[in-house]
């Protein structure tokens, strides 16, 4: 009888000896990873950044060409940066930064308004929407239909 409860202290003992290793070489570990796993975690919140600062440019670059396209049309071709900030809510020289870049792109020349702006001339004679295209469905013929493999 004296066997056993001795026996249930070594297997005590033994149990606990094997958690404690096991924890000491779990503290080992993370110790080791912990670096990497941070280094991990930094990269990915960086990603994860860009991606969504990428997503707000595209977002707010399409915001700022519907407006221009659509102050386009409404004017004829003639844009001034008071009107484009209005329409857009930017900031004076920020509405005049993009307006220069699009006077560049689509070659625009630039004229004085009667109240003193500076208008941005795009041509639109140039511009003309694609001819409509009907497009029918093709009829099938019974020899067109082959079997799939």
């Known amino acids: 009888m004296r066997s056993r409860p001795r026996s249930n202290l070594e297997a005590q003992i033994r149990l606990a000896l094997g958690i404690c290793l096991v ?21 990915a919140g960086a990603y994860i950044f860009w991606q969504r600062y990428q997503q707000q440019q595209r977002s707010h670059s399409a ?4 407006h221009f396209y659509q102050l386009l049309r409404q004017q004829q071709g003639q844009i001034s940066v008071l009107d484009f900030a209005m329409l ?11 307006l220069d870049a699009q006077a560049k792109a689509f ?6 308004s009667p109240r003193g702006d500076v208008l941005y001339i795009f041509n639109l004679g ?14 099938i013929q019974p020899n067109d239909i082959r079997p799939s493999a």
Not at 88 to 98: D, H, I, M, N, R
Not at 107 to 112: L, N, V
Request: proline letters at 11%; aromatic letters at 8%; one cysteine or more.
């Open 23 to 43: 924890l000491l070489l779990a503290v080992l570990l993370l110790r080791l990873l912990l670096p990497w796993l941070l280094m991990g975690g930094l990269l």
């Open 63 to 66: 915001f700022l060409n519907n």
């Open 88 to 98: 857009t809510q930017l900031s004076g020289p920020e509405a005049k930064q993009y």
């Open 107 to 112: 070659h625009a020349s630039f004229e004085a």
């Open 126 to 139: 140039c511009v003309q929407p694609p001819p409509a295209v009907d497009i029918q469905p093709a009829e």
